[in-house]
């Protein structure tokens, strides 16, 4: 059973889950931590997804220093993805330093949510704009309950997501996916699951990856006891969805 606290057995060194198409997808060692954070503090809240679009988390400070203290607290229990160019440096697991650096191309950062553990994302917030995406996310994990749905006790989220924009030529977040049911499988972890606001995403991840849609709203459907759209910021986008695969 999954405790409170989860950390990564011991008896699960990290390793490397595909190369393909000249792409190293391994975990997060603890000597790549800053180097994913800078990576994500520098990309995520700066692309095109419908979410960055939206709620702007590149124009507030304060929503920056929110992800890098949630992404610092989250990486420790070891189970977020990293994917490098095939052949620099920690592509083969070696370490890495400040004068041997990765070359990062893409990140999935990755948390295990226990069953009865208070979720403390939003408690930890000041900025505007990451306070409005975690609002999203409570009000669908209101609408799905994941533990009572599949009687589990513990499965594995997204809390950030960002490839270099070329290597989605190369499948890359496909990649990343496939990856993270492997993670699950190593790890003995029966469950993942991801929220989805990209249409082209969505698409793959039904049909490729091996997830399920539990869940798919559009933004106008998603209203308040008032009846006015809890979240018009993201009225120009179609749709939300919640996605899982199970672990066989």
């Excluded at 809240?45 to 992404?71: G, N, Y």
Aim: aromatic share 8%; proline share 6%.
């Amino acid at each position: 059973m999954a405790k409170e606290g989860w950390s990564r057995p011991a008896s699960a060194p990290a390793k490397i889950y595909s190369r393909e198409n000249g792409v190293v997808i391994r975990d997060v060692t603890p000597d790549l931590d800053d180097f994913v954070i800078q990576h994500m503090l520098e990309n995520f809240a700066r692309d095109s997804s419908p979410l960055a679009q939206s709620f702007k988390p590149a124009e507030d400070p304060d929503s920056i220093a929110d992800f890098a203290t949630i992404w610092k607290n989250i990486l420790p229990q070891r189970v977020s993805l990293v994917a490098l160019a095939e052949g620099t440096p920690c592509s083969n697991l070696e370490p890495v330093s400040v004068s041997n650096p990765p070359t990062i191309i893409g990140v999935s950062v990755l948390t295990l949510h226990c069953k009865g553990e208070k979720s403390t994302f939003s408690s930890q917030c000041n900025g505007a704009a990451i306070k409005k995406i975690f609002g999203l996310w409570n009000h669908l994990n209101s609408l799905v309950n994941i533990f009572e749905r599949f009687n589990i006790d513990h499965y594995l989220d997204s809390v950030g997501f960002f490839a270099v924009p070329i290597m989605h030529e190369k499948g890359i977040f496909l990649m990343l996916m496939k990856a993270r049911i492997d993670l699950c499988r190593y790890l003995k972890i029966p469950l993942t699951r991801t929220i989805n606001t990209e249409i082209n995403s969505q698409k793959v991840l039904a049909a490729k990856a091996g997830f399920e849609v539990l869940l798919d709203k559009h933004f106008e459907e998603l209203k308040g006891p008032d009846g006015k759209m809890l979240f018009p910021e993201m009225a120009q986008h179609k749709s939300i969805q919640m996605l899982s695969a199970r672990i066989r």
